[in-house]
């Protein structure tokens, strides 16, 4: 099966030249944008996924548009969502990807090359958010299985593996998982968008454990992000 992608690349100017058509074998899944191969150009790894199975590639920007295929690597069973992150703190930008019951992380080598360091985990991963949890300077992660209850936390070890820290089932489905410093007090705090038109916010204790703070109404977006940056605890005080 032959899949069409459309990129659009940018004038400059604020707007879009003409679609580039790319013929690919197999479908992307999920792409995400790093300078894997450090000449200031901004490259693109994709998920692609088609009936050959199942693969990891990254293209490197020859700065007019066009892509070379760097590298490519069978990705197992099921990825769904792919994230870039130095996770071993060497400069390279390295591969995530929340696979069936796995974090894999695909480590940037000099050569080119990507050495795969894979993380076992109890459910699937579709959404990933990648941040220092605990302030130790080392890549952590959240993910979640879209459409269960579950979340799950793993703190880096810098070598590309991921020491999990909590397993914790919801009350409701979540859909994915954002993260960012939103009450500003310089620990990376959680966001939850969940099945039932809620956001559920987490803020972080620094420690890569969170409190549960507020549920918020998404249907009233004005006020979900007026309480998302407050991250006020005046509302469910539950933690977990
Ligand atoms: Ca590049
Ligand atoms: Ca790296
Ligand atoms: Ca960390
Ligand atoms: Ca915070």
Not at 75 to 94: E, H, K, Q, W, Y
């Amino acid at each position: 099966m032959t899949i069409l992608s459309l990129f659009f690349f940018g004038t400059g100017e604020g707007s879009f030249g003409e679609e580039v058509l790319w013929s690919l074998a197999s479908s992307p899944r999920d792409l995400a944008v790093g300078d894997f191969d450090g000449d200031g150009n901004p490259d693109m790894a994709a998920i692609l996924v088609g009936d050959d199975g199942n693969f990891v590639a990254v293209f490197t920007s020859q700065g007019d548009g066009s892509f070379d295929l760097l590298f490519e690597s069978p990705a197992g069973i099921s990825p769904d969502a792919l994230t870039v992150a130095d996770v071993n703190c060497d400069g390279r930008l390295d591969l995530m990807v929340g696979n069936f019951r796995s974090i894999d992380v695909y480590l940037s080598k000099e050569d080119g090359t990507f050495e795969l360091v894979s993380t076992p985990t109890p459910i699937r991963r579709d959404s990933l958010a990648v941040a220092d949890f605990d302030g130790d300077g080392l890549v952590d992660v959240a993910a979640c299985e879209r459409g269960s209850p579950y979340l799950i936390v793993g703190l880096g070890r810098g070598d590309g593996g991921f020491d999990l820290l909590s397993t914790e089932t919801l009350d409701r489905p979540i859909e994915c998982v954002l993260t960012g410093d939103f009450n500003e007090d310089m620990s990376m705090d959680l966001v939850l968008v969940v099945g039932d038109g809620t956001i559920l916010s987490l803020t972080g204790r620094g420690d890569g454990s969170f409190e549960r703070t507020s549920h918020l109404d998404r249907r009233r977006p004005g006020a979900a992000l007026r309480a998302a940056s407050a991250m006020s605890t005046t509302m469910d005080t539950s933690t977990w």
